[in-house]
């Protein structure tokens, strides 16, 4: 005897026909070859404001099931959820910690042809990982990688100094490296022993600014890489207190040119994750906005884009802090002619790649460098009109941009920017389109294994989520991410 329900699937409910109630398939839905919607509860939201002499709209799920699935399938082959919890629904805002995702992706170690042994006091193990951030890492982290490369031309040269000064670079270039392979303890070893040669290094040689500023940079960067650890804010500051001693005469010393920009790189997006951008000006006339030449618009590998398209951006942080400020102090009559400006100097902008390829160069990929470069104007855009929207824009400004990203992300194998990536996100409005982010998203965590990616990840989807809670409101402000999430234990890097 067939098991039977208490009541007609919801099938044959829509058909207005009778049910055999036959479990777990109704005979009707069988023979018809439809897709039978079950016998369970079926969740409906009516509108609450129903005065009861209107008839309520009846609500049905789409009965092509393997198309619906197609459009919200991930590339793994997985539909995508955006669960919402409680501490969603309360408004509790999660930490750095509580971000990071349950199921990180399976770790997939490139082979070591080589080791890398040119200094005799390196052991084995060591010159494994030293030629790993050399074939591997120093070429990933930048998108030109060619003789202009300043994590294989400048770093690998002062790591493997003899002097006393440099052990600390060292010991975080390894540091780095073991992490990446997932070497956890060996990397803790060698941080901590990075850690004691740069106090070494602060505490007897006052001349040694390249390779203790370095040194902080690549603890920075190993930072970045480890999503539990959110010390990268204090490794970068205090590479920039060591370069201030720097007279500018000697700036242009090898390799104080490459360390600049790098510092001045994580500088601009940290200001980006912060509440209160740090900017001492008072009104938009103190915000200097960087001349164009053509130096300026030629894409810098180690950026990503332009220095043009990077300087903007700390503008914009600028701007952004000059608008909080005015909540409190009164409008700024300039604010609205500097975004002008800013917005008049990114949409015109066209950046430039140039390299020099060399006997130790990869391969350069001048479209995927073009490319990304325009991801990061399109994203600067996308910042600028969240901070200062402009009334005069269309309507299909916004959307526009978003379908210019999508685009340049179709012809590129692998997302290497979270930054833009992120701006894309906090402005895409279909379901659809929040498939491509984590899809992306995924990518990029499969690929390259940078561990900010998943905390990038958290944040967006905490964001999405409280959009969604709020979108009865028919408010279309964008929130702020920053109110959402928890930063008395750490900020988010989106380097």
């Known amino acids: 005897m067939s098991l039977r ?22 005979q009707n839905c069988s023979r018809t070859n439809r897709l039978c919607q079950g016998y369970g509860m079926k969740l409906a939201w009516p509108d609450t404001k129903s005065d009861g002499r209107r008839k309520q709209k009846r609500y049905s799920i789409e009965h092509n099931f393997t198309q619906l699935s197609s459009r919200y399938r991930k590339f793994r082959g997985g539909l995508a959820f955006l669960n919402t919890t409680a501490f969603d629904v309360k408004g509790i805002a999660p930490s750095l910690l509580d971000l990071i995702t349950e199921n990180p992706s399976e770790v997939m170690v490139p082979r070591i042809m080589r080791s890398l042994s040119l200094n005799p006091t390196l052991t084995e193990n060591d010159g494994l990982l030293l030629s790993y951030y050399d074939t591997v890492l120093a070429r990933m982290i930048t998108t030109i990688d060619d003789d202009n490369n300043g994590f294989r031309t400048n770093i690998l040269p002062m790591a493997l100094s003899s002097e006393d000064s440099t052990k600390s670079l060292l010991k975080a270039t390894l540091a780095l490296a073991s992490f ?34 370095a040194s902080c940079m690549m603890l920075c960067v190993y930072s970045v890489f480890d999503p539990t650890d959110s010390s990268w804010p204090l490794h970068l500051k205090a590479a920039k207190d060591i370069l201030k001693v720097i007279p500018e005469a000697a700036r242009t010393d090898f390799p104080l040119p490459f360390l600049s920009v790098w510092v001045d790189y994580h500088d601009i997006l940290s200001e980006y994750s912060q509440r209160y951008p740090t900017f001492s000006g008072t009104s938009a006339s103190d915000v200097i906005v960087p001349s164009s030449d053509d130096n300026d618009r030629k894409i810098v590998g180690l950026l990503g884009c332009s220095p043009e398209v990077m300087r903007l951006i700390g503008c ?10 005015s909540r409190t102090h009164g409008p700024d009559s300039g604010i609205v002619q500097l975004a002008s400006i800013i917005r008049y100097r990114l949409q015109g902008l066209n950046q430039e790649v140039s390299f020099r390829l060399g006997q130790n160069a990869g391969t350069v990929d001048a479209g995927r460098v073009r490319r990304t470069a325009e991801f990061y104007r399109i994203g600067a855009l996308l910042y600028l009109h969240q901070v200062a929207p402009e009334s005069s824009l269309t309507a299909e400004y916004v959307p526009g941009l978003v379908r210019e990203a999508f685009e340049l992300m179709d012809w590129m194998e692998i997302c290497t920017s979270p930054w833009p990536l992120f701006m894309l996100a906090c402005h895409v409005t279909s379901d659809i389109d929040r498939i491509r982010v984590l899809d992306i998203l995924d990518s990029m965590d499969e690929k390259r294994r940078i561990g900010n990616v998943q905390i990038v990840r958290g944040i967006i989807k905490t964001l999405w989520k409280q959009n969604d809670l709020r979108s009865d409101q028919r408010n279309e402000h964008i929130d702020d991410w920053r109110d959402l999430i928890d930063t008395s234990a750490g900020i988010p890097s989106f380097i």
């Open 180 to 213: 990446h392979l997932s070497k956890t303890e060996d990397a803790i070893q060698y941080k901590m022993a990075a850690f004691k040669r740069l106090c070494i290094s602060l505490w007897i040689s006052k001349n040694s600014v390249a390779a203790q500023a």
């Open 316 to 325: 914009i942080n600028h701007l952004r802090a000059l608008i909080i400020r």
């Open 5 to 26: 329900a208490r009541q007609n699937c919801w099938t044959c409910k829509d058909r207005k026909i009778g049910c055999d109630r036959i479990l777990p398939t109704c």
